[in-house]
């Protein structure tokens, strides 16, 4: 079996960096699906991506795919010949379609009866054929999240498309897209390259791109990134390589190569995530720290040639971040020049949202709510009132304008230059936390009321107003802010009523400004986020909604129940009883009649005697458990009563002649559902 | 090589155009935020026919004064623009040469085309393209038009605006824009603050300050009109500057601080409607004109596509 190697490259104009991998992951497998589809085997693909490529590589894709046969159907054999045993139109119509004389047609057996048919051979498909179009249809399919035209055509791509270079072995296959023609031409680096770079084989492509200064793998740009940027840290430094600033890096260069810089240590009395903002997010530079965690004035930046004068390059980027750190260093000094508490003033004229007041309302709604909950949270009030004053003041410092992922921080670093405590600066900090799902909850009660407050607020108000999250459209990120009160809450406010939690930010608005019914809408979105919340604990959604069917609205009340019934489900016995509670519930569905309490003179039968009588030794410890949060303990009280269940199925009639024993019966079911449903609602899970 | 004097750079990048096939033009005699309002680019930017331009153009920005006390901040700066419509298939190629014709060579600097989305809410429109890293500092703006005036752009026209103090500064090494050699003379060296300095001062003055804000209340009314007035008459060119008119009206009277959060979007967006309006005014009259600057194919069908939708409206 003849084997190539596959090789198609799309040259761009700059891609934006963040977008490459996903372009070419895209590429890569919209390419060998179809290449599995059209018949055709290969050993491996790889996919390369660089600001001005994307590109796939499959070495060992056979030329010509196997041959195959199918089956074609026509009509049904006893529809295919008349009385006479002529040939009918209908076969006669099937056979000249196909191209064969109706004596050529075989009889085929399906399910539906035996069909006149043909055995058809199919050639296997051939590669250079088929290619071209699995391309065209595979980089169709790339996403472009922004589309845009260049020069005086209609087709559409993230940036302009340059060049398309297609191999196949040593032979270039014909591809037009984008009014351009395939050739063996690529392009080497931008400026370390002159010309156009033909390539003879596709089996050559990632060394010669090497040759002509551009390496096409991204993971290869990585490490070199890697261990030149460490290799520039000096003893007893440590420069720090964040995975997400080091894709982005790999995705601006073709030519990796690093090179150190510095800036004035007097920066250094900026609060150190200033100066990293600025380093990192405007100018992607690395930065270095020591042994104690103390940042080094320098920055490693990666540029994409190796530089006749590196000095050049390594000067003109100190000359960029000089400026910026300057604008840091002065806004951390004018800022401090006010108190924090002097800035809550200008919080009046900041609008939180259009009907919800502004952030000096929202502030204070804060307060309240923490107030309110701090008792529960065990947190000293008097802290909880001084820090919740001052929490949202930095949104209003020219440094937070300036950085605004600075939030918080920048507040608790002018807290403590204000005299605050420790413990008040780092509430402040803090209360933006859990910022995603993973992080850490806030690191005291005091933190962590705030921080339950100022979601409470947002999400009752936010729903007050009527801006429910609706898709993929959550503009507030109530989603986030919903997970977050959960694992807090959860976490440490775990006995305390959803609604309570909630009212206490509803009774904060007027009657008017909010719904009447926000705390019910905010519960039920909260419940709702529980699947979420549980997800990678792998617990089940119905586990979830056998707990949540018991009308629960306490978290850590739901949690025990949850658990409970974790370690509960599996058995054998788990699913007789949820059977059984499917049967009862089912039986009790049909039925309207008014049931009063179980007479016992009307007990006839054994098996409902020595059900009755389980069912009354067991009450009263499952009341006890229940309302003491032992649901495992209560759980297997209930599993005691498995026995006399399945003999109550097998040996009463419920639906006895005499409506008296009926109704008796029904009552008994009905106490012995209200047993269970103490704990939760088995009949979900029943199979 | 001693470097560019400030005039000698603006000298360098007209002929550089000038000489790919730009018509170099001066600059527009209005006040305007950018080079891109200027109908060089702006109108011509709508509708099918070819155009390449290369111009100068100072740009007000009120907000930005700073007295003439900030080294890198002014409210009248220059931009050195480019338009080459439709964008020819090598127009970075010739970007990177115009900086090797200005000594700055890509072996020894770091040239980088850095993911940038620019868009104008006055102008109603947007474009996809880079900011140009020169080791680390953006020197340049690179964008190929979508859409302007609330219209699809169709040919393409791609954009190029250069900061030009900054990339002076860069090619000077000097830290202050006002320490910036304009020229070399016999009598001595001018500098950027020698020409602009006491500009920056008093129009700082000016604009936070003594900008008469009543005054300037009722002449964004009246430039709103009168565009409006002047587009019914089929006055195209005179409306659009009356566009430009009201957008640095607003400008000032946002340096003053006369316009609250709410009230400023919809100020903006009254703009809009007017650049929106002109801009279809002007595809009109170009079209009663037979868009005499476009490739026939593209004039042609143009025109087809015009009027087709007239006769389903």
New interface residues.
């Given amino acids: 079996m003849s084997t190539r190697t596959l090789c198609f490259e799309l040259g761009v104009?700059?891609?934006?960096?963040?977008e490459l991998k996903g372009m070419a992951l895209s590429l890569e497998s919209g390419m060998c699906k179809g290449i599995n589809e059209a018949g055709l085997s290969f050993e491996h693909s790889k996919t390369f991506w660089t600001?001005r490529r994307l590109a796939v590589v499959i070495s060992g894709l056979q030329e010509a795919g196997e041959a195959t046969t199918s089956e074609v159907l026509g009509p049904p054999v006893a529809a295919a010949t008349d009385n006479d045993g002529a040939w009918t139109p209908a076969a006669i119509g099937f056979a000249k379609k196909q191209g064969v004389a109706p004596d050529k047609l075989i009889a085929i057996s399906t399910p539906k009866g035996e069909r006149l048919g043909l055995q058809k051979a199919l050639p296997g498909k051939l590669a250079a054929d088929v290619v071209p179009t699995i391309i065209e249809t595979a980089v169709g399919q790339i996403p472009v999240s922004?589309r845009?035209?260049?020069?005086?055509a209609?087709h559409e791509f993230?940036?302009?498309v340059?060049w398309l270079m297609l191999l196949f072995g040593e032979e270039v296959l014909e591809l037009s897209l984008f009014n351009l023609n395939s050739d063996r031409l690529t392009a080497g680096h931008?400026?370390?390259s002159q010309g156009t770079v033909s390539l003879e084989r596709a089996d050559d492509y990632e060394s010669v791109l090497k040759a002509h200064h551009v390496i096409p793998s991204a993971a290869e740009r990585e490490a070199i990134i890697c261990s030149e940027v460490a290799a520039l840290a000096e003893e007893g430094e440590t420069a720090i390589i964040d995975d997400s600033l080091l894709e982005e890096v790999g995705g601006?260069?073709e030519f990796p190569v690093a090179l150190r810089g510095s800036f004035d240590p007097d920066f250094l009395s900026v609060p150190r995530e200033a100066l990293i903002s600025s380093m990192r997010e405007h100018?992607k530079y690395f930065h270095l720290e020591k042994a104690d965690g103390s940042l080094v004035p320098s920055f490693i930046?990666v540029?994409?040639?190796v530089?006749?004068?590196p000095d050049?390059?390594i000067?003109?980027?100190e000359?960029?971040?000089r400026?910026r750190l300057a604008d840091a260093a002065f806004f951390f000094a004018t800022d401090k020049q006010t108190s924090l508490s002097s800035k809550s003033e200008r919080l009046t004229g900041v609008?939180f949202q259009g009907k919800l007041g502004s952030l000096a309302d929202k502030q204070h709604r804060i307060k309240n709510i923490a107030c309110a909950i701090a008792p529960a949270l065990n947190a000293d009030i008097d802290i909880v009132t001084r820090a919740s004053g001052l929490i949202k003041c930095d949104l209003v410092s020219d440094m937070v304008l300036e950085f605004p992922e600075l939030q918080g921080i920048t507040g608790a670093h002018y807290a403590k230059h204000d005299g605050e405590s420790e413990l008040v600066a780092s509430i402040i900090e803090e209360h933006y936390w859990p910022k995603y799902s993973g992080d850490t909850l806030p690191s005291t009660p005091e933190a962590m009321t705030v921080a339950l407050a100022d979601r409470i607020d947002t999400l009752v108000g936010i729903f007050g107003i009527g801006e429910i999250p609706s898709g993929s459209k959550d503009p507030f990120a109530l989603r986030r802010a919903s997970l977050a009160v959960i694992r807090m809450a959860l976490d440490s406010a775990r006995d305390m009523p959803i609604r309570t939690l909630l009212s206490a930010g509803s009774e904060q608005f007027d009657t008017d400004q909010i719904a009447n019914e926000t705390v019910e809408n905010v519960t039920a979105y909260l419940l709702d986020r529980l699947p979420a919340h549980y997800e990678e604990s792998g617990i089940g959604v119905d586990v979830l909604r056998a707990a949540l069917e018991t009308g629960s609205d306490t978290f850590g009340d739901i949690e025990d129940r949850l658990f409970a019934l974790v370690d509960f489900m599996g058995s054998e016995l788990a699913e007789s009883l949820a059977a059984a509670n499917k049967r009862v519930a089912n039986i009790l569905a049909k039925s309207d009649a008014e049931l009063g309490s179980i007479d016992l003179s009307l007990l006839t039968e054994n098996a409902e005697k020595r059900l009755v009588q389980a069912l009354q030794s067991v009450s009263e410890d499952i009341v006890t458990a229940c309302s003491t949060g032992r649901f495992a303990s209560a759980l297997e009280q209930l599993a005691s009563l498995r026995d006399p269940i399945d003999d109550f199925f097998d040996q009463v009639m419920v639906n006895a002649d005499d409506p008296a024993l009926k109704r008796n019966r029904l009552t008994i079911l009905k106490q012995l559902r209200e047993q269970f449903l103490m704990v939760a609602d088995l009949a979900v899970l029943a199979r | 090589m001693s470097s560019l004097t400030f005039q000698e750079l603006i000298l360098g990048l007209q002929r550089f155009w000038g000489e790919n096939g730009c018509v170099v033009l001066q600059p527009l005699d209005l006040e305007v935020g950018a080079g891109t309002f200027h109908p060089a680019t702006f109108l011509r930017a709508l509708g099918p026919e070819n155009w390449n331009a290369a111009y100068v153009q100072p740009s007000r920005r009120p907000g930005d004064g700073r007295y003439g006390e900030n080294p890198n901040r002014l409210q009248h700066y220059y931009q050195f623009q480019v338009v080459m419509k439709p964008s020819p298939a090598d127009f970075q190629d010739r970007y990177l040469d115009s900086l090797r014709s200005l000594g700055l060579d890509p072996l020894e600097h770091d040239v980088r085309f850095v993911e940038d989305n620019w868009e104008s809410p006055t102008l109603g429109a947007w474009g996809l393209g880079w900011e140009v890293w020169l080791n680390g500092m953006e020197v340049s703006q690179f964008t190929y038009f979508q859409q302007a005036g609330g219209l699809e752009c169709f040919p393409v026209t791609g954009e190029i605006t250069y900061g030009i103090e900054r990339l002076a500064m860069y090619l000077q090494g000097v830290e202050s824009v006002y320490d910036l050699v304009w020229s070399e003379t016999p009598t001595g060296t001018v500098t950027y603050g020698d020409v602009f300095h006491q500009n920056e001062v008093e129009m700082s003055h000016f604009n936070f300050e003594h900008a008469d804000v009543p005054q300037l209340l009722n002449y964004f009314e009246f430039c709103e009109t009168e565009a409006e007035r002047l587009v019914s008459l089929q006055l195209v060119l005179p409306a659009y500057e009356f566009v430009m008119k009201a957008s640095h009206a607003f400008n000032l009277l946002d340096a003053r601080h006369a316009i609250g959060v709410t009230e400023r979007q919809r100020y903006i967006l009254r703009v809009r409607t007017l650049a929106r309006m002109a801009a279809h005014a002007y595809v009109d009259s170009r079209a009663r004109l037979g868009f005499p600057m476009a490739d026939k194919d593209l004039a042609d069908a143009a025109l087809a596509q015009r009027e087709k939708s007239e006769a389903a409206s």
């Fill in positions: 104009e700059e891609l934006p960096a963040g600001p922004k845009m035209r260049w020069g005086r209609r993230l940036r302009p340059q931008r400026f370390h601006l260069v100018q930046t540029s994409n040639i530089s006749s004068q050049t390059v000067k003109g980027n000359r960029v971040i400026p609008t």
